[in-house]
């Protein structure tokens, strides 16, 4: 069986509380085997590239500009699109599960085509969002990384 491959979305700028999430979420992913993808820059997807990486994993950020120089440090692979927020599609039809912490439109953006694609997402400290018929959207929120890590990865046990 391949790796799994999980995606992490959140803000550029973000609390360090919400920093300190992300770097366990990246650092649970890395020591179970994970490929972490993100859109490559700072905030939420900087901590947790650099959680994973630190414990061993393999980290993709998907640029939205031409210059690798935009990466963050803890990038196993830069991957510059020149796609601007378009690659927030690619972010997330990338991994087989989403998991979003804090973040701003861009991070709702990426929940919506997440959800919209079929991709399970996973919530800790984010969005939460009402369909017009009044239903919940089905992101699955999270009480602790290791429970947002554990449901990401559940189709792989």
Not at 80 to 108: M, W
Request: hydrophobic share 45%; proline share 3%.
């Amino acid at each position: 069986m391949s790796a799994p491959v999980v995606s992490v979305v959140g803000s550029a700028v973000c609390t360090s509380a919400q920093a300190g999430i992300a770097e366990e979420v990246g650092r649970l992913l890395g020591e179970r085997g994970a490929i972490l993808v993100c859109g490559g820059r700072g905030g939420v997807m900087e901590a947790a590239c650099r959680g994973a990486q630190e414990a061993g994993g393999i980290t993709v950020g998907i640029l939205p500009g031409i210059d690798r120089q935009e990466a963050n440090p803890y990038l196993t692979v830069a991957l510059p699109t020149g796609l601007g927020n378009a690659r927030n599609t690619l972010v997330v039809i990338t991994g087989e599960a989403v998991i979003a912490i804090g973040g701003g439109y861009g991070t709702l953006s990426e929940i919506g085509i997440a959800l919209k694609q079929g991709r399970r997402v996973i919530g800790l400290d984010t969005w939460e969002a009402i369909r017009s018929d009044g239903q919940k959207a089905a992101i699955e929120v999270a009480q602790s990384p290791e429970q947002a890590v554990a449901l990401a990865l559940s189709d792989h046990l």
